[in-house]
């Protein structure tokens, strides 16, 4: 990625978490009704939200017992193992619980929000990165370590802000269809460039 213009400012991901729910490693035992368990076949980058696909479920007494936490609200779900680097928003309320081979980002809104990390996550410069830190030919993962080690470029406050008002505003009235998924990617591949070269100016009332 090239370097950041002076109004700008390099941190390692790491930096600007404020939470990283991790549950890989540990199996979690299914029932046959509960709550849903994603698996990461459901968090992909053609969709917003997590979807439901070949799922399993636990008990309500596993969710409260056995995880060592769970995804709120706007956290990103991000896929560590097998289609690395897929990225999807926790919904509002979260009906899910996830387990092996993805972890859910909290962001340090003191930073930036979800939703500009969320899209960084997608751009294709960041996305590359990923293909190539990730390791394993026959199912690649992507180390955790590695992971949190990923340069993200903050804007200042000004920038921030503006992009924040674009974006959210976007996401508050989306649902996932496919037209929204292309703004989303038009969003991703055009605002936030500009952003960063300081094209992008808006003006508000």
Known sequence: MEEAENDWEEKELK???EFVVDN??????TSEIGIPLIATNCVKNNNIFPTYEKIRYISEETYNNWFRSHPE???LIFVNKGTPG????APNPVDFCIAQ?????RVNKNYVSNYYLFLF??????QNQ?????????IPHLKKTDLLSFKIIIPDNYKLNEFNKIVESFFLKMNSNSKQIRTLETLRDTLLPKLMSGEVRVDYP
Not at 86 to 89: E, F, G, P, T
Not at 101 to 105: E, P, Q, R, S, Y
Not at 121 to 126: A, F
């Open 15 to 17: 930096d600007i978490l």
């Open 24 to 29: 890989r490693g540990k199996t979690a035992p």
């Open 73 to 75: 609200p706007g956290d």
């Open 86 to 89: 897929c990225v999807n928003l």
């Open 101 to 105: 081979d993805m972890i859910a980002l």
């Open 121 to 126: 996550l997608r751009s294709g410069d960041v």
């Open 130 to 138: 990923i293909i190539n830190s990730s390791v394993g030919t026959t």
